[in-house]
């Protein structure tokens, strides 16, 4: 299945009104979005001190903070950038060479060009704020937005880098054995959605090299350079087996110059010639041009009416009971497909009705590894916003790294396979196809020729689901729109004359779309295709194709008189289809096939009916299919009816020997198929065993996934901790400088100060005051009269308390035992909040003052009387 590319957004030319000139499609300043979690300031402020000045980009910083924390984010990052670093507020203008910090407990995004700030949801410790921005960023600045992800927990900015690459903006990640904390970075990085994978400092150059690509421009006309394209298309048809020829060619320049500017390449033919060199580049171009946007229930509407009219109205039409079938091509990571299940389920949960129906859905895709990942259906946080809780709850189960797990029984109603809807052929009979969004990547052409193909592909009133952007065409006659169903059509029934005439073939060459095309059909053209068409369908037999263990893969032509479904749970093994009269007989013939190199022929196989009288004749085929090819490991079984042979009048031998052979053969069939029957019951037992087995260890492994989303918890409000510890740390810095600054200052002053605590004990003391008291450092927390000192003052204590009870400093002159003066002054001490919470005592040395005031005094008194 050719998986949908997707288009950068194209800019809007630059306009002029009333003489000023306004990009419509873009904001003033190009964005930056960092994304960071436990241990990210430090790549934060590498990467912000690389930046060079007047950069003309704006840079907002998305960092995991704890909500109920007041950060200092914003004062941190100011200290190494010469940017103005501001904290985000609802409303604020984007403004170039400035960093913006996201709030606490806040979800960022835009409206209008400017800042939108918005609760955060979610519960603490599932918060996704990264992947909330990258996603509003791609929406806004479309190829001209930028993520980056350093280091943190958990995958957060993955799916937001993701958005970001695929509406044309440039993704960046650091190395994550240079993050403190790598799962962040490196959950980006397996999921292949970064460009550039660089340390912090060398991401600024990254940056400024990537915008100049962009305001130089590159040549978009690949009609000026068709060599080279054609030679690209022929790289990736070799190397990947997929033809992109048939695919808009403007939504291939636009893939492909991405890729060019990534590559600093300067023309087509120059990229064509780095492809050839790195076979590794034309892997990365496949992804590139095979990025799909999928999600779940995307266009609610279209699900909403599938599930309340259409669906419904499907299961009216069959009141006995059904077993559909549903196709979802280009399903990507399986979102679509999975979507389908669960709206089914909804329906029959609702409807609730008494026969049985069921739903095997086909997805299918081009890209291996999108499939792998669908397989498991395994989905991050980011689908709660997509999937409401309730649905959550019914059909998904709690995975790691706060994910989720779609419930097994939903899992095992899809089949997951590759297939290119292009070349391949498609799933017949079905009730449901569901092709969203992926006729718009393709020429006219080709959509033409895969309408017709999906009315061959449904039932007469199949539902063909289509996306927003994607029609039918001028194909009125095959398809009919559902009244109030927006995309959801019903298939009609056309004349043989309208149906599909283009049935997939491989390709084996490439060619440039052209803008014309033939008038007149030819030998080569749509008459022979027809021709052969018809000489398939009349002439050639019916036809099945199998794996070696007998399960059938394909099924060509009218099978029905020679294969019947089993009665029972559902299987497609030859083996159990086989009617009763060709069973022994084609078990046989298939093992003989598989043991030998050429064709294994039994001709003349007679069938009788139901009264026992020969009906027809059969001549089966069997043959494996050659190990070289694309069919290597599967066998091709043909059935093709033959006149019934003339009857040779014979007389029953009277033999008594034939006879007693004849009876112990027929006795020897019905033990062989009473054997088969027990081993046919002994395989269903062992399976319905399995399934036990399988059932009591997804029981053990929930219980094992709640203890991990329990540990994943913990992990995430540590990451938070890590956070605050690394603010803490700063403020402990400064506040060592202040304190640094404080005792300089007090111990310059040269005055001696004691500050006591409402209980006057010693909580800190100037140098100056060791002259006073008998003070060392391990007399903090005693008691101040404990301490011996040279003062004559023993109603300090009762002074001290009389200033905390009345809030009045006191002031007295003391005398020391030595005869030295000083003045001690005793004052309240004031918090910051103004609360009282001790005394200052200090210190002031008026010896001197005390002497020269004995010499004045002496002096005014001059001598006595002689």
Known sequence: MTKRPLTAATPVPVASIDGASVRASFPAAAVVGIGASAGGLDPICEFLAGVPPASGFAYVVVQHLDPLHKGMLPELLQRV???????????????????????????LGFEGGRFAVRPASGERGFRLPIDSFFRALADHGRERAIGVVFSGMGADGTLGLAAIRENGGLTLAQPPAGARFDPMPQSAIDAEVVDIVARPADMPAHIAEWRGSQE????AQAAAQRDALRQLFQLLLKQTGANFSDYKLSTVMRRIERRMKLRQCDSLAAYVGYMGDNPAEVELLFKELLIGVTNFFRDPKVWEYLMASALPQLLAEHPEGAAF?????????????????IAFNEVLERVRPTARYTLQIFATDLDDDAIDRARQGVYGAAIEADVSSELLQRYFMPAEKDGYRIRKDVRNTIIFARQNIISDPPFTKLDILCCRNLLIYFTAKLQEQLIPLFHYALKNGGLLMLGSADTPGHFNELFAPMTGAGRIYRRLDASIHRVANYFPARVNSVSIPSTSEPSNPTMNGNLQTQVEQLLLKKHAPAAVLLNVHGDILYIHGRTGAYLEPAAGKANWNIHAMARDSLRHELGDLVKRAAQTDGMVVLRGLIQRDEAGKPSHALDLTAEAMPESGSLSGTLMVTFSSVPLPREKRRSRSTNPQVLELEQQLAQARLEIQAVRDEMQTSREELKSANEELQSTNEELQSTNEELTTSKEEMQSLNEELYT??????????????????????????????????????????????TQIYKLIPADVQRPLSDIVNELQY??????????????VFCEKQIATRSGGWYTVRIMPYRTVENVIDGVVVTFINITESKLLEAQLRSMQKGPGPA
């Open 81 to 107: 950038t010469r940017m103005k670093v501001i904290e985000v507020a609802d409303g604020m203008e984007v403004e170039a060479d400035h960093v913006y910090v996201i709030p606490p407990n806040r979800n």
């Open 216 to 219: 130089g421009g590159l040549p």
């Open 325 to 341: 079938k549903a196709w979802v091509p280009a399903c990507s990571t399986g979102q679509e497909a999975y979507s389908l299940a």
């Open 724 to 769: 605050v510890n690394a603010e803490l740390q700063s403020k402990v810095d400064d506040l060592s400088l202040v304190n640094g600054d404080m005792k300089n200052l007090l111990n310059s002053t040269d005055v001696a100060t004691i500050f006591l605590d409402n209980k006057l004990r010693i909580r800190r003391f100037t140098d100056q005051t």
């Open 794 to 807: 023993p109603e300090l204590e009762a002074d001290a308390h009389e200033v905390l009870r009345t809030l």
